[in-house]
């Protein structure tokens, strides 16, 4: 190898496993499938898909608290799903190495409580996923307001 392909090849490498490309684009697909369809489901009103999204010690950090397990994640979306949230990303970037992947997204949401009074929100969602044994993608860790001060 030149002095040139070495360093060619190792940046080309370690891009691979750090950024989604067209050289990876299934895991990148896959991996944003769960977001996806975790954000279509919520705005039908469909808890268990978007609890089924998360693993079994999946992490939700909401308003400083922490919601972890089946129960409490259904508790948390239960109430978030009366509003018919309709969620938009600003952009998405998702870097995936090995199993672990990082979902990064500005996003904007409009809904309607069940009194009828609008209600908004935006906010930094920052997400980690991890590629189970079976291949599917699940939801280690959701920031959906990772933008705002730390507790």
């Known amino acids: 190898m030149t002095s040139f392909t070495k360093p060619a090849t190792l940046a080309l490498t370690m891009g691979a496993a750090f950024i989604c490309t067209e050289l990876n684009a299934d895991p990148c697909e896959d991996a944003l499938d769960v977001i996806h369809d975790m954000v279509s489901a919520l705005g039908n009103g469909q808890v268990a898909p978007v609890v089924n999204s998360y693993s079994d010690d999946g992490l939700l950090v909401l308003n400083n608290t922490d919601f972890r397990g089946p129960d409490m994640l259904t508790a948390a979306y239960t109430e978030f799903a009366a509003i018919s949230p309709e969620i938009r990303f600003d952009y998405e970037d ?11 997204a500005p996003w904007s949401m409009t809904g309607t409580a069940p009194d009828g009074t609008a209600v908004t929100d935006s906010g930094l969602s920052v997400v980690v996923l991890q590629k189970q044994d079976d291949g599917e993608w699940k939801i280690l860790m959701d920031l959906p307001h990772a933008n705002h001060a730390p507790r």
Do not use: D, F, R, Y
Request: proline fraction near 0%.
């Open 94 to 104: 998702l870097h995936i190495t090995g199993n672990i992947a990082l979902h990064i």
